[in-house]
């Protein structure tokens, strides 16, 4: 079965950087779009990035525009999401996920099919 694992969530302080993993098993990985949401304590889930199946197109919330960098590398079956600028307002659990249908510009929850179990992130202020 596919699945998905995350890491690299933690605490860290107003300004500074994290870089989060997610680990996809079985072979068809580089066949789908990724993405990564998350969701504060209290609040929806939210679409954060998402990056196409080659890793050539990127989407953004504008929340996070200029301060993260989603990115693959599909050798390794591996999506990335480099944070930086941390704000407190970043505090979430971090989730990433794959559109099995593979559909570019994706920014919609429900349509992505597979989903791992989450990071957190906590930036303190």
């Known amino acids: 079965q596919w699945q998905l694992v995350e890491s690299g969530g933690g605490l860290v302080q107003a300004g500074g950087s994290l870089r989060l993993s997610c680990v996809a098993s079985g072979s068809t990985f580089g066949s789908y779009s990724m993405a990564w949401f998350r969701q504060a304590p209290g609040k929806e889930r939210e679409f954060v990035a998402a990056?196409?199946?080659?890793?050539?197109?990127?989407y953004y919330a504008d929340s996070v525009k200029g301060r993260f960098t989603i990115s693959r590398g599909n050798a390794k079956n591996t999506v990335y999401l480099q944070m930086n600028s941390l704000k407190a307002e970043d505090t979430a659990v971090y989730y990433c996920a794959a559109d099995l249908l593979n559909r570019d510009e994706n920014y919609y929850t429900d349509e992505y099919g597979s989903w791992g179990q989450g990071t957190q992130v906590t930036v303190s202020s």
């Open positions: 990056v196409s199946w080659n890793g050539v197109s990127t």
